[in-house]
Nanobody, 122 residues
């Protein structure tokens, strides 16, 4: 599956953004989907993931209550709603797909989008 992320930008602390990740192909519902992020000088880290049909979502502790992952299998798209953003959320955000159960390990994911930059100013 090929992935295309969009929706990043510059926002003030406390603001909101919604990231989208559009997938190609007809088997989108075969994949659990995840969002990861990588800040300058840091390793890529898990942000959120969602099961194949959207019934279960998983979050990193640092984003619980502020970020929300969802998916629309009819549109082959996964979203990341980002509220109450903080400067420490500044990073390049990547969507990724894994066939089968979700994982927090980026090495388990089969396909990656190109990344979209989110910058949160203080």
């Amino acid at each position: 599956v090929q992935l295309q992320a969009s929706g990043g930008g510059l926002v003030q602390a406390g603001g909101s953004l919604r990231l989208s990740c559009a997938a190609s192909g007809r088997t989108f519902s075969s994949y659990s989907m995840g969002w990861f992020r990588q800040a300058p000088g840091k390793e890529r880290e898990f942000v959120a993931a969602i099961s194949r049909f959207g019934g279960t979502a998983y979050y990193a502790d640092s984003v619980k209550g502020r970020l929300s992952i969802s998916r629309d299998n009819a549109k082959n798209t996964v979203y990341l709603q980002m509220n109450s953003l903080k400067p420490e959320d500044t990073a390049v955000y990547y969507c990724a797909a894994v066939s089968g159960p979700y994982s927090r390990d980026p090495n388990r994911f089969d396909s990656w989008g190109q990344g979209t930059l989110v910058t949160v100013s203080s």
